[in-house]
């Protein structure tokens, strides 16, 4: 077992106190948790539907790769999250498949996950977030 859900999708925003109250209501739900992640330049804030959350990014450098990413394209969908049960066994087998890693080895993310991210190139375009929850 490999893939087994989205996880999450993460969402670029400008502003995490405007698009906080947004989500909130488009989804009938609080946010459940804001974190910041140091080594990614990003404050993140979660709402949580069944099973499905979205992630909302707010860069939190000017020169983070949110910022830039909104730079280019505008605020939007950014990625989408898988859940895998294995990590390093998924990464080395996209990479067998010649998928290209923008990490070597997993990192650590938000919301007590170590993550990993396929280059989009390969992915008709869409930044693929591989996630393993902590144990
Ligand atoms: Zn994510």
């Known amino acids: 077992m490999y893939m087994r859900k989205v996880e999450h999708i993460g969402v670029a925003v400008k502003s995490l106190a405007a698009s906080i109250p947004v989500f909130e ?3 009938n739900t609080p946010c459940y948790k804001t974190e910041s992640v ?3 330049k990003v404050n993140t804030a979660f709402f949580q539907k069944g099973e499905s959350k979205i992630e909302l990014l707010e860069s939190s450098d000017e020169n983070g790769v949110i910022a830039k990413f909104i730079e280019k394209k505008g605020e939007g969908m950014h990625h989408i999250a898988f859940d895998v049960e294995d990590i390093e066994a998924e990464m080395k087998r996209l990479q067998g498949e010649g998928f290209v890693l923008l990490n070597e080895k997993p990192k650590m993310g938000a919301d007590n996950k170590l993550v990993c991210f396929l280059h989009p190139k390969e992915t008709n375009g869409v930044l693929v977030e591989l996630c393993q929850e902590r144990k």
């Open 25 to 27: 209501k488009i989804l």
């Open 38 to 40: 140091e080594s990614e």
